[in-house]
T-cell receptor, first 111, second 116 residues
Framework: DQQVKQNSPSLSVQEGRISILNCDYTNSMFDYFLWYKKYPAEGPTFLISISSIKDKNEDGRFTVFLNKSAKHLSLHIVPSQPGDSAVYFCAASAWTYKYIFGTGTRLKVLA | KAGVTQTPRYLIKTRGQQVTLSCSPISGHRSVSWYQQTPGQGLQFLFEYFSETQRNKGNFPGRFSGRQFSNSRSEMNVSTLELGDSALYLC???????????????FGEGSWLTVV
């Protein structure tokens, strides 16, 4: 049972445009969410987080939106840059000392 | 501040052998967790340690084990290796004290294990 889903395996966006990566979850107990970026042969790099008491968090070009009623979160990258090309993972936690990760979305930013 | 350090980075083992992977967390971090990444599977949680105590364990067979030392360094061991154990093993550390919620975990570069 995949509790955290990233239904788009890949996404291509033109440089300078907005990239929107989506993540759905099924467990209503999840209350903290993270986004990571991963390049090949490297470990995941933390990007941004959001707590369930918020519906939006911004950090530079990255904004995460949380819709608790829809059990959906999204990561917006504006403007997208070629260096953003990577695999993006969302992760969720619910007081269990572990994170559940999605299967990732491969973002390709076209120059 | 040094990041999470994992050793070795790459290793090849034969089916039936065992392997030990090592992780040094970010200085001051007391929580260490381990994840397995295989192609198309995302990251699967193995276990998490805090102050030498395992607080949670994922759905992996007993061949997968771990431990944490008093200096917060951690090791994981896989015994009787199978071909399906070939994966990237990632260690992450967190600065959480007595509550896990709201704590970001920071990953190391990972250890690539190939079982032949």
């Amino acid at each position: 049972d995949q509790q955290v889903k990233q239904n788009s395996p890949s996404l291509s966006v033109q440089e300078g445009r907005i990239s929107i990566l989506n993540c759905d979850y099924t467990n209503s107990m999840f209350d903290y969410f993270l986004w990571y970026k991963k390049y090949p042969a490297e470990g995941p790099t933390f990007l941004i987080s959001i707590s369930s008491i918020k519906d939006k968090n911004e950090d530079g070009r990255f904004t995460v939106f949380l819709n608790k009623s829809a059990k959906h979160l999204s990561l917006h990258i504006v403007p997208s840059q070629p260096g953003d090309s990577a695999v993006y993972f969302c992760a969720a936690s619910a007081w269990t000392y572990k994170y559940i990760f999605g299967t990732g979305t491969r973002l390709k930013v076209l120059a | 501040k040094a990041g999470v350090t994992q050793t070795p980075r790459y290793l090849i083992k034969t089916r039936g052998q065992q392997v030990t992977l090592s992780c040094s967390p970010i200085s001051g971090h007391r929580s260490v967790s381990w994840y397995q990444q295989t192609p198309g599977q995302g990251l699967q949680f193995l276990f998490e340690y805090f102050s030498e105590t395992q607080r949670n364990k994922g759905n992996f067979p007993g061949r997968f084990s771990g431990r944490q030392f008093s200096n917060s360094r951690s090791e994981m061991n896989v015994s009787t290796l199978e071909l399906g154990d070939s994966a990237l093993y990632l260690c992450a550390s967190s600065s959480n004290l007595d509550s896990f919620v709201g704590n970001t975990i920071y990953f190391g570069e990972g250890s690539w294990l190939t079982v032949v």
